[in-house]
């Protein structure tokens, strides 16, 4: 524990010694990076360590916090959020040293390093905490620090604004969220956090409305992603891959641990996190879909896989309401394990985004284009994330999906109980999953296939080396999971008995062990197409590649006719326009020789939008109505409102 | 019993392919085919005896025959081929169906009925053709359209009736098919009279009489 | 075990291809024609295989990628289904699930493949591929959840095992024949056949399925073909188990069950492509959600 613990203090104060040092040099962003290298490595030795000598770890220190002791403990539940976490922060900060050099941000490089440092150190901080006002310390240092990374580029409007709508929803969730721990402190009596599955049930429903408003307005399920999209995508990238990787991800380690500490699971509990699970999954790939803008795009796929980790979560709720430890086992370990391929694919493709960006200068689909002739490694790292993130095999993304279904299969020997509706499920998974191969296809097809777009993407260059190397370490670790999952089956099932005392490691390493069934066929798969590849390589080696694309006898090709990434989505965008309501201008084309138009689409968010922004000016409005006809400034009727008032209170006190 | 169900399944997706399908030539043709498999239902449940022959020749040549025939010719008339654009789209009205339809079966669950009617399709298969009926004439803009959809809310009445038909003989089939007869004459006149007027059958122009 | 995979596999490599052919004679005898002889897709593979490559300047090694994927793919999944009442080689509990994905990928890298080209037509086509996919798959996890109710297991093996003919005699017949429709929808869907797709048309924006792959040459189109025609095999045989689930106890009668059912399965086809015109672009999705309504209806069949 003492070396989580002095890795802790490595990656929290890694960017400090960098505020001493010149604006212009290199050394403090080299420190930095050494220093949180140091840091994971020293955290990664002592969760392994905490792992190997058999589950918990507790660290106690004397000194009394405000309600308690200083208590850390790390269990194999808090291991699974850290261990992603660990990689991704150390990834990204080598990525950072030549993606946010300090000799071409040197008004912002140090801010950044800074906040980096502080929120990768809290978010360890929050998951091993075993005390209220400790994780609440932790979570509003995390949530601060967020605001400065979102806001790096300060000078630009546009990031001002999601910062700005950032704070209010996280603190919007904050504020539900102390509602909850001085309601759970009242049940059980202290602000440590209660053992497994020790608490009554009674009175415990507000405290999980509440906890679902603070966990999930943190995780983005919908309606609470209002913040999501506008905040990933004003990030610098890397920033970005942390926050959509690993710190969206404390949400749902909150709703895990807070429905650990209850005996008993109300029906109504997995219900609602699968249902919303159900709507953000596959409103949130839809939206995702529409954009065309890259980063908003991958931030709405963030709000898309917390749908999918909420539909798991949910299957494990309800498993654990009707006593099924089989649904249990296979619901939450699909949870905990999209919970980490999500921070590693997630990641990876920001990463290979922020590459993409690096090199052309635009956030736009539209303006890439041929990209993997001029960025062949950036290109064939995206590719794997994005067949990663799709949930096809042979990659990470599969497994967890596997698991899920594999629970929302199992109600079916449930006969004649509501729980049968929960087989839903499945084809809502199947719907999302159908609809992520779409939205991936068209980002990977549009940006790095075909002829360039733009100038600027004719002129992309490749990222050195050291920007390309933590990707690869991300992709080898989606690899690793997608080929080899059977080697995560004890650290799953060991969460899984951590979080529901019930089911016993024999029954959930059992409902765990097909998996080492989807690990051979994947390397069957792997090895067919290595073979044809190889063999269609070598007979094609000696063909040139001189002629044009077939035009179907249209004579000038040109890369302006190239589909678009609108054009490619126009038509699933079209059948969820009740969900999308997509505006479109222009377009419309009349006459045999028509003048040139310009037609333009746009999907605006749903929830923040379409409701939230006319609802709150509208208010505001309210409001203005109200100070302009009070407030006058007519002198006379303040005078009025003195008399009223005094009048008002003599009537209070006389009767 | 071992045919009945086949029979009320096939009603179901008829329900379901007018409610899906824009064609009106096709939309009538298996309307009729509904009436004339509901034509059948009688001697399935009740045997053959003179009642439910009565019964059978009845519905198959009103449901199955005459009306679809009159139909038919009504738009040979008048020379539509199409329900143009529906109130809600074909895609929305075909998932309002099939919710309705799985309403209609959880529904059929929480009724107090008969033991021996408990497990059958009678009772949801007669809600949800009773529902689709209400659907086609809510969504609907053509007289036509607008007729079949209460043609196919008779034919849910008329699973109901086939159920209640021992418990009280002639009574319901007795009302049924007087009171088709009389709606589908009164459409009719009334689709003819708008014909004639307005040189469309759209029920919407209908509107402009309300002053 | 061994003579199952290696007796599975001898009748994927050495029959699917027939299929093709098969369709193609019947809609040749409709059209009163005598029409190409059954072994033509044999002929094609055999011809294309010696044939050289023609690569368009802006193809990069993805554009390779959609071959090479789109044969391994199905020649896996014909590994996790049963042929007629021959045991699929290889199963495990939740292997219906890598079953669905596997075609996922091919879709993948067919429409990645289809990117590549820079082409427009190309990318209509990978469009209309990923949008209709996406309809068809609720409604396969629907038929399989249908089964998988019926049957208590989830392998493809225990989903199409001795269950189906009990099943058919009772109360779930009627659930199995809708189910059996929207996989027959499905599968001319996923096999780029009419109404959804015609494999015959020379209009590059009517297409969906020849248009992808209307830059390959060669033995990647030669692989192209073969696949696709592994794939209808493959899809063909969920279809027949389901149909025609007798076991006669012998390998070899099991087989040529197997292998007429195909065969009538391919008329089948053929019959439809022959009366049935292709449907417009905007109706293709009302179709397919319609299907997944009525396997909606299926599964609430079964779960009363």
Not at chain 1, 382 to 402: K, R, T, Y
Not at chain 3, 28 to 36: H, K, L, P, T
């Amino acid at each position: 524990m003492m070396w989580l613990v002095c890795g802790i203090f490595l990656i929290t104060f890694a960017g400090v010694p960098g505020l001493f040092c010149a604006r212009e040099g290199r050394g403090a962003e080299r420190l930095a990076c050494f220093l949180t290298l140091i840091g994971t490595a020293s955290g990664l030795a002592g969760v392994t360590r905490a792992l190997l000598s058999d589950g918990e770890m507790i660290f106690d220190l004397p000194w009394s916090l405000p309600g308690g002791r200083l208590s850390l403990c790390l269990d194999p539940l808090a291991a699974i959020f850290i261990l992603p976490l660990l990689l991704v922060v150390a990834c990204g900060s080598i990525y950072g040293l030549r993606y946010w050099p300090q000799r071409e941000h040197p008004e912002n490089g140090r801010k950044l390093r800074l906040f980096y440092g502080l929120i990768s150190g809290a978010m360890i901080l929050l998951l091993i905490a075993s005390n209220s006002i400790l994780f609440l310390m932790a979570w509003e240092v995390m949530a601060l620090s967020g605001y400065f990374l979102i806001t790096t580029e300060d000078h630009k409007e546009d990031v001002r604004r999601a910062g700005f709508i950032y704070l209010i929803a996280t603190h919007t969730g904050t504020l539900a969220l102390f509602a909850t721990f001085a309601l759970l402190s009242q049940i059980s009596g202290s602000l440590m956090f209660p053992a497994a599955g020790s608490l009554p049930i009674a009175g415990s429903g507000l405290v999980f409305l509440l906890g679902l408003f603070g966990f999930g307005m943190k995780a983005g399920l919908i309606p609470l992603h209002i913040w999501l999209p506008g905040a990933h995508a004003a990030a610098p990238s890397h920033a970005s891959a942390l926050l959509s990787g690993v710190m969206i991800k404390t949400g749902i380690y909150g709703l895990v641990r807070l429905t650990s500490m209850f005996a008993e699971i109300p029906h109504w509990w997995g219900w609602t996190i699968l249902v919303l699970g159900g709507i953000s999954g596959i409103m949130g790939v839809a939206l995702a879909l529409a954009q065309h803008d890259i980063k908003r795009l991958l931030a709405y796929h963030s709000v898309e896989n917390i749908g999918i980790i909420a539909l798991g979560l949910g299957l494990a709720l309800l498993g654990r309401s009707y006593h099924l430890p089989e649904l249990v086992a296979l619901g939450l370990a699909g949870c905990l394990l999209h919970v980490a391929n999500h921070g590693l694919f997630k990641s990876l493709l920001f990463l290979s985004a922020g590459s993409v960006i690096h090199a052309v200068g635009s956030r736009e689909i539209d303006h890439y284009g041929g990209l993997l002739k001029r960025q062949p490694w950036t290109g064939a790292l995206f590719l794997g994330g994005a067949v990663a993130i799709s949930g096809l095999p042979p990659f990470n993304g599969f497994i967890s999906e596997w698991l899920i279904y594999l629970g929302a299969f199992l109600p079916l020997r449930q006969p004649s109980s509501m729980l049968e509706l929960a087989v839903f499920a499945a084809p809502a998974l199947a719907l999302i999953g159908g609809l992520a191969l779409a939205c991936f296809v068209k980002v990977f097809g549009i940006a790095f296939l075909g002829e360039p777009r733009t100038a600027a993407a004719t002129q992309a260059h490749e990222s050195p080396v050291s920007m390309l190397v933590p990707m690869f370490l991300l992709l080898l670790a989606c690899i690793w999971i997608g080929l080899l999952p059977s080697t995560l089956i004890p650290l799953l099932s060991q969460a899984v008995v951590h979080w529901s005392v019930a089911s016993g490691v024999a029954v959930t390493t059992q409902a765990l062990t097909p998996l080492n069934w989807v690990s051979y066929v994947s390397w069957l798969l792997l090895l067919l197409i290595a073979v044809f590849s190889l063999w269609l390589y070598v007979r094609s080696r000696k063909s040139p590649r001189t002629i044009n694309t077939w035009g179907c006898g249209y004579q000038f090709l040109q890369p302006r006719i190239q589909y678009t990434s609108s054009s490619f989505a126009d038509s699933l965008v079209g059948l969820f326009h009740f969900g999308l309501l997509s505006e479109r201008h222009g377009g419309k084309v009349t006459g045999l020789f028509p003048e040139k138009i310009e037609f333009s689409s746009h999907t605006p968010d749903l929830v923040l939008d379409r409701l939230l922004i006319p609802l709150f000016h509208a208010v505001a409005g309210l409001f203005r109505f109200i100070r302009t006809s009070v407030q006058n400034g007519i002198l006379a009727l303040y005078l009025l409102y003195v008399a009223l008032a005094v009048f008002t209170l003599l009537a209070f006190f006389t009767f | 019993m071992e045919i009945t169900n086949p029979l009320l399944l096939t009603v179901i997706l008829i329900n379901f392919f007018t409610l899906g399908s824009a064609r009106l030539g096709a939309c009538i043709r298996i309307v009729a085919l509904q009436g004339a498999l509901l034509a059948l239902l009688p001697l399935a449940v009740h045997g053959f005896s003179l009642h439910s022959l009565v019964l059978f020749s009845g519905a198959l040549l009103f449901k199955g025959v005459f009306i679809p025939l009159l139909l038919l010719r009504a738009i040979r008339e008048v020379r539509i081929r199409r329900e143009v654009e529906p109130v809600i789209g074909f895609v929305p009205t075909l998932i309002l169906g099939v919710l309705m339809t799985a309403g209609a079966f959880l529904f059929a669950d929480f009724l107090p009925l008969a033991v021996e009617h408990l497990d059958s399709l009678f009772v949801p298969t007669a809600l949800a053709t009773m529902f689709s009926g209400f659907l086609l004439l809510i969504t609907r803009r053509k007289a036509i359209t607008q007729v079949l959809g209460y043609l196919m809310l008779e034919n849910g009445i008329f699973i109901f009736g086939v159920l209640l038909s021992e418990a009280l003989p002639l009574m319901v089939e007795g009302g049924v098919l007087l009171d088709l007869l009389v709606g589908v004459f009164v459409m009719g006149i009334v689709m003819n009279q708008i014909n004639r007027e307005f040189s469309s059958i759209n029920t919407e122009s209908l509107t402009a009489l309300k002053e | 075990m061994l003579a199952n995979l290696v007796l599975h596999l001898f009748i994927l490599l050495l029959f699917a291809p027939l299929l093709l052919g098969i369709i193609t004679k019947t809609k040749a005898w409709f059209a009163g024609r005598v029409g190409a002889p059954l072994l033509q897709t044999y002929y094609d593979l055999n011809r294309l295989w010696r044939k050289g490559f023609v690569f368009s300047r802006t193809t990069t090694w993805v554009f390779l990628l959609g071959p090479v994927v789109g044969l391994a793919v199905p020649l896996l999944a014909a590994l996790m289904i049963p042929f007629g009442a021959l045991p699929a080689p290889v199963s495990f509990e939740g292997d219906l699930i890598l079953f669905v994905y596997l075609f996922g990928l091919s879709r993948f890298f067919t429409a990645a493949a289809a990117l590549d080209t820079g082409s427009s037509f190309e990318g209509m086509g990978a469009a209309r591929e990923v949008t209709f996919s996406c309809l068809a798959e609720p409604t396969l996890l629907f038929v399989l959840l249908v089964l998988a109710r019926l049957s208590g297991g989830l392998s493809m093996n225990t989903l199409l095992g001795e269950h189906l003919l009990a099943s058919w005699r009772s109360e779930a017949g009627a659930s199995l024949t809708l189910i059996l429709v929207c996989l027959f929808v499905v599968l001319l869907l996923e096999c780029s056949r009419i109404p959804f797709d015609d494999p015959t048309t020379h209009l590059e924006l009517t297409m969906i399925h020849e248009v992808m792959v209307l830059d390959h040459s060669g033995p990647a189109f030669g692989m192209i073909l073969y696949g696709a025609a592994l794939k209808m095999m493959v899809l063909g045989a969920l279809l027949v188990r389901l149909a025609i689930p007798w076991d006669t106890g012998w390998w070899l009668t099991n087989s040529l069950i197997f292998l007429a059912g195909l065969s009538v399965l391919a008329v089948l086809i053929g019959v439809i492509e022959s009366a049935m015109a292709r449907l417009k672009l905007p109706r293709v999705p009302q179709v397919l959600v319609g299907t997944s309504l009525l396997s909606i209806f299926a599964l609430v069949l079964v779960l009363r």
